[in-house]
């Protein structure tokens, strides 16, 4: 789990907050991913950034803000959030070769976010 | 559209038996992934089968392909306790950019 890292680990926040998730991949990887982890859901794909670019946005709210400053790097901001929002968070890396984000990504251990 | 599904749902063996799960999707695919999921961590990548191969082994892990049925089997042999977890098929999608497509995963206990 040291390729991607996240935190905080565990996060509890209030609807009417404000909080970032930080993901940070040591892979050398060029694209990155947010995922939602619900129970008995199948993993949703939020959001992937590719060279820096979102490439992808799965008609998620808009109280969940990402931000891609480097290849390095992915953050999730999160403000006036619902308690359904409550999962574990998972970031990802992987190579894109091409359009192909199909290969194998390598995920961090996630945040479990709870709203109170 | 949900891409994988795993079957069964969940699985309970002895150490030392062999566990078998299933996975079927919808489209037509260039690979096919297994990953595991310890309890409330990250998922963790085990094996990646091309369209275009039919068996693939890694250890004690067994994974067949048959793309005229779409479907797949993840078998692994001599089971231990440290193999509980959930485990996921996903399938490059039938969207743009090929992405991967999770399913819900097949829960695995394996008791010692």
């Known amino acids: 789990e040291t390729g991607v890292t996240q935190t905080p680990r565990h996060l509890v926040m209030g609807m009417t907050n404000k909080k970032s998730l930080k993901c940070e991949q040591h892979?050398?990887?060029?694209?990155m991913y947010w995922y939602k982890q619900s129970a008995k859901k199948p993993l949703e794909l939020m959001f992937v950034?590719?060279?820096?670019?979102?490439?992808e946005n799965n008609s998620v709210p808009s109280r969940f803000s990402p931000e891609c400053p480097n290849s390095s790097h992915l953050f999730l901001h999160l403000h006036t959030l619902q308690p359904e929002d409550s999962a574990l968070y998972l970031c990802a890396s992987s190579q894109r070769l091409g359009q192909d984000l199909s290969y194998e990504q390598y995920f961090g251990p996630g945040t479990r976010l709870t709203v109170t | 559209s949900q891409q994988g599904e795993e079957d069964p749902q969940a699985l309970s063996i002895q150490e030392g038996e062999n566990a078998t799960m299933n996975c079927s999707y919808k489209?037509?695919?260039?690979?096919l992934q297994w990953y595991r999921q310890n309890s409330g961590r990250g998922l963790v990548h085990l094996i990646l089968i091309r369209s275009n191969e039919r068996e693939k082994h890694s250890g004690r892990l067994r994974v067949t392909l048959d793309t005229s049925k779409k479907s797949s089997s993840l078998l692994i042999t001599a089971s231990r306790a440290a193999d509980t977890a959930s485990y996921f098929c996903?399938?490059?999608?039938?969207?743009?950019?090929?992405?991967?497509?999770f399913g819900t995963g097949t829960r695995l206990l394996v008791s010692p």
């Open positions: 489209t037509s695919i260039n690979n």
């Open positions: 950034y590719s060279l820096e670019e979102r490439v």
């Open positions: 892979l050398g990887h060029n694209a």
């Open positions: 996903a399938t490059d999608g039938d969207t743009g950019f090929q992405k991967l497509v």
